[in-house]
């Protein structure tokens, strides 16, 4: 009996199938890793069967999908010069095949000619396990690139491997976004770690490429997941179980934040962890820190990165009636001036304005409010006046 629907079946229970999510104009989805369809040889069901240059390419393409160590293709009614196209099938996929070019060592083989077909034996040598290549996430669109990264950096694994598009595949953006992953996730954030990024093949005309992304954490990964849990539970001790909301709620968090929190510019990689734990962080844990607690209370929150009187600097922008206003943690300031506007901070912070929302002046929205009333009243009180002018008095009396 054929063997090709018992190898596809196999093929696809190996491989992974993953979730999928929307973005806001794309599908980003998380798919099966690649699955390469191949026939068996009926006079050999441990060989594969190749009648072109392709097929014999997507036969050892099959075999590294599947982490073989060997595999055998026989050729029928091959019609190339046997020697070279093995060869040229080799190098293709050790060169030019992400995942060749990422899981290979090196291929040898061997052909030899048997009556009606040729046999070609090749031997693999791997630089990853069965089970590394059997992990690559093969994703698609921005979303999805992130929410690898999310479940990543939330377990401080060493590394991610994604199949992706070759837009994808630039060492820049990928550094965007595993910062924008970071920064989203403030109860992990103890640290921001060394990140390097691999993409196989370097150079390619295909549409697909694999990025390997390595991070080098501070402390072992078991250390930083149980800093994790104590981050958690202090941050549920400053919330409270029923946290106020608006105004009155940000300067209970801000304040007890900040009670005996001891501020440093130079702590280091002081993290959410010094600061809610050990009480001693930076600027960059502090924002973070309050960050993470007004997402655990419900109120709306941003950190910041920008400088202060000339120096890296970070802290929060948080929304007070619909209105943003400036907060740092480290400023000490009190309950009358812990919320600012643009102008109440510009001389000593800066920061990209396109980036973040603008935190207008009270003075100006009062004003604005009174220009609005006054040219109401002004407007009815003209409309009166000349209602009054237009209706004769004569008739009113005699009515």
């Known amino acids: ?24 104009l794309e599908r980003d989805y998380r798919s099966v890793s690649r699955h390469i369809s191949q026939t068996s040889d009926t006079e050999d069901t441990s060989a594969l ?7 014999l390419v997507n036969s050892v393409q099959f075999y590294v999908s599947m982490g073989e160590t060997e595999g055998v ?16 099938a080799c190098q ?13 060592e090196d291929i040898t083989w061997t052909s030899s000619r048997i009556v009606s077909y040729y046999e070609c034996v090749f031997t693999f040598t791997y630089r990853h396990t069965v089970s590394e290549i059997a992990s690559i996430q093969s994703v698609v669109g921005f979303t999805a690139i992130r929410d690898a990264l999310c479940d990543v950096l939330s ?38 770690p060394d990140v390097s990024i691999s993409v196989y093949p370097q150079e390619t005309t295909g549409t697909q490429q694999i990025v390997e992304i390595s991070f ?9 997941q149980a800093r994790a849990e104590a981050i958690a539970s202090a941050a549920a001790t400053l919330v409270g179980t029923d946290p106020a909301q608006g105004e009155a709620g940000y300067w209970l968090l801000y304040s007890r934040l900040a009670d005996g929190l001891s501020y440093s510019a130079d702590s280091g990689r002081a993290s959410v962890y010094t600061a809610l734990v050990i009480g001693r962080t930076n600027s960059e844990g502090a924002a973070l820190a309050f960050q993470y607690l007004c997402d655990q209370a419900g109120l709306t929150c941003l950190t910041v990165q920008g400088t202060l009187d000339g120096s890296p600097h970070w802290w929060n922008l948080v929304s007070v009636d619909e209105v943003w206003r400036h907060v740092d ?15 109440q901070v510009s001389a000593r912070y800066t920061w990209n304005t396109e980036t973040y929302p603008a935190c207008p002046d009270p003075e100006t929205e009062e004003n604005v409010s009174d220009g609005e009333d006054a040219s109401e009243n002004s407007g009815d009180e003209d409309v009166s006046s000349e209602a009054e002018e237009d209706v004769p008095t004569e008739d009113v009396s005699a009515e």
């Not at 090709?4 to 806001?24: F, K, T, W």
């Not at 069967?49 to 097929?55: F, I, K, L, P, T």
């Not at 996929?93 to 290979?104: I, M, N, R, T, Y």
Request: charged letters at 20%; hydrophobic letters at 35%.
């Open 1 to 24: 009996m054929k063997r090709r629907i018992a190898v596809l079946l196999l093929a696809l229970c190996l491989l992974p199938a993953l979730s999928g999510c929307e973005s806001l």
């Open 49 to 55: 069967r190749a009648e072109s240059y392709s097929d």
């Open 73 to 88: 293709v026989h050729l029928y009614q091959y019609s190339g010069d046997v020697e070279q196209d093995v060869e040229d």
């Open 92 to 104: 293709e996929v050790l060169e030019q095949d992400p995942l060749g070019a990422w899981a290979l």
């Open 155 to 192: 377990d401080y694994d060493s590394s991610l491997v994604l199949q992706v598009s070759s837009y994808y595949a630039q060492k820049e953006l990928l550094l965007g976004l595993v910062q924008e992953a970071y920064y989203s996730l403030p109860g992990y954030a103890q640290g921001y």
């Open 216 to 224: 080098t954490w501070s402390d072992s990964q078991e250390t930083l």
């Open 329 to 343: 943690v480290t400023s000490g300031d009190g309950q009358e001036d812990f919320l600012r506007s643009d102008s």
